[in-house]
């Protein structure tokens, strides 16, 4: 137990839908993360929000939509997702002095 | 921007035996250097780091050694055990807007073998 959780952690939806993704930690830390795990690449990151304001928007295509309400709290919101959008979405948190990241165990998205 | 690159992308060790993992990285202003292990179902989990101010640093089995001229290091397992079994990232870090920027290696999958 990493001290963050991620829901859920298996998604399968087609297309046309929409959906979020939630990450929550209870580490009491400032910088959240999102990455893309896809087999044989790098992790890729995706957003980062320092103090509950994004600080980096990693060329991301728009039918990912971040949203970071408090602190302990990060969704990505989905919509008009294509199949290769289909990885593991890891959720990771880090102290504001840096260091090392806690990740969350993932959701394994399935787009049909 | 910054560029790690990891080899070998899968290692086979049998048990007892050493294992190491080597890491590249491009960009000198870097200063911190994590290893991670994931295992099936699980996100990653650091299991050691080192800052570039240090050429060493070891923790039970595990060692990282870094070399900040050739900017390479590389991840050390002594008397590997089954449950060492997982797939290993490193990462490069650097200071980044305020915040740290990681950017991941490719991943290592480590098999041992009983």
């Known amino acids: ?112 | 921007g910054e560029n790690v690159e990891q080899h070998p992308s899968t290692l086979s060790v049998q048990e007892g035996d050493s294992a190491v993992i080597k890491c590249t990285y491009s960009d000198s202003a870097s200063n911190y250097f994590p290893w991670y292990k994931q295992e099936l179902g699980k996100g990653p989990q650091l299991i050691i780091d080192i800052r570039s101010n240090v050429g060493e640093k070891k923790d039970q089995r595990i060692a990282v050694t870094l070399n900040k001229t050739a900017k390479h290091f590389s991840l050390h397992i002594t008397e590997t055990q089954p449950e060492d079994s997982a797939v290993y990232f490193c990462a490069a870090s650097i200071n980044s807007g305020g915040y740290q920027k990681v950017t991941f290696g490719t991943g290592t999958k480590l098999q041992v073998i009983p």
């Open chain 1, 1 to 112: 137990e990493t001290g963050v959780t991620q829901t859920p952690r298996h998604l399968v939806m087609g297309m046309t839908n929409k959906k979020s993704l939630k990450c929550e930690q209870h580490l009491g830390h400032n910088a959240m993360y999102w990455y893309k795990q896809s087999a044989k690449k790098p992790l890729e990151l995706m957003f980062v929000y320092n103090f509950k304001e994004q600080t980096e928007n990693n060329s991301v295509p728009s039918r990912f939509s971040p949203e970071c309400p408090n602190s302990s709290h990060l969704f990505l919101h989905l919509h008009t997702l294509q199949p290769e959008d289909s990885a593991l979405y890891l959720c990771a948190c880090r102290a504001s002095g840096g260091g090392e990241q806690y990740f969350g165990p993932g959701t394994r998205l399935t787009v049909t």
